[in-house]
């Protein structure tokens, strides 16, 4: 087995999105800040109702999938073709956003924390147009598996043998969240060819056989081979793993459309302005 390395790091920056909601952006930071096939990640997280009650209004997306994980809160979502999924701690929403969709992301609360995560998952241009679609999944569906001092839950992708809730795709998509006791050591497998990365949200990690330090609240894009190790710190560790296998199309993005060239989005532009966006 070659186990990857940490080759980059991509710190992530203060951002407000929505409405005003203030969140930390890794990936997506900017448009050299990709990694193939994830276009964005960012991390909300707050005791200040003031950060997040403004929420995500009514907007629109195209060429792409959201995923939505939620730690604490609850937030709701509803969309042009009706549909209202509710989101507590523990769940996740997969939205194919495809063709087009026109949704909002609202709080559900007036105080106490809200913390989560929304990935930005690129489709294939032979997928960019078909009908958007979206899958909540509850937090009691997703697969935990034990480990030597920690457990992982398996939001996409299998990890040891174990199917998560999302598997297969195009870009077969593996989303793992990772939790380790003070000083654990953490070895899996993961397909060569995948790109992949890491962002730790808590405590500290350290990375592959030469244990680089991960920042905290830090995407570490990982090197290529076929296993992922990570070693906690004293204060144990929480890590998100992302891996898929690349694209390698271009990405030409206007704010909420991701398309493959200028003149795609440009008609994404004028199909929304006109209201042609499709219902999921």
């Known amino acids: 087995m070659t186990t990857r390395s940490l080759q980059k790091v ?4 203060p951002a407000s999105d929505g409405a005003g909601v203030k969140l930390r952006r890794s990936l997506g930071a900017s448009q050299l800040a990709r990694h193939d096939p994830f276009l964005m990640l960012d991390e909300f997280y707050s005791d200040d109702p003031n950060d997040y009650l403004a929420g995500f209004p009514s907007h629109p997306h195209r060429g792409f999938e959201t995923v939505t994980y939620m730690l604490d809160g609850h937030m709701q979502h ?30 559900q609360q007036t105080e106490g924390r809200m913390r989560g995560f929304q990935l930005w998952l690129n489709l294939p241009a032979k997928e960019k147009m078909k009908p958007a679609a979206y899958r909540d999944i509850p937090a009691g569906t997703i697969p935990v598996q034990k480990v030597d001092q920690g457990v992982v839950k398996i939001i996409a992708g299998t990890f040891d043998g174990q199917a ?46 030469e244990k680089k330090a991960l920042a905290h609240r830090a995407a570490g894009l990982l090197s290529d081979g076929d296993a992922v190790r990570i070693v906690a ?12 296998k690349p694209i390698g199309e271009p990405v030409v993005q206007y704010g909420p459309f991701v398309m493959n060239t200028r003149e795609e989005i440009e008609q994404a532009v004028a199909d929304y302005q006109a209201g042609k966006f499709s219902h999921p």
Request: glycine share 20%; proline share 7%; charged share 15%.
């Open 164 to 209: 998560g809730a999302v598997h297969g795709g195009s870009t077969d998509p593996h989303y793992w969240d990772v939790h380790l006791e003070p000083g654990a050591v953490f070895e899996a497998g993961i397909p060569a060819g995948h790109n992949a990365f890491l962002y730790a949200y808590e405590g500290e990690a350290f990375v592959g056989e």
């Open 10 to 13: 991509i710190p992530s920056i």
């Open 78 to 107: 509803q969309d042009n073709g009706g549909n209202t999924g509710d989101l507590g701690p523990g769940d996740v929403q997969w939205m194919t956003a495809a063709r087009g969709v026109i949704h909002s992301e609202m709080p």
């Open 233 to 244: 710190g004293g204060k144990g560790a929480r890590v998100l793993l992302l891996a898929g």
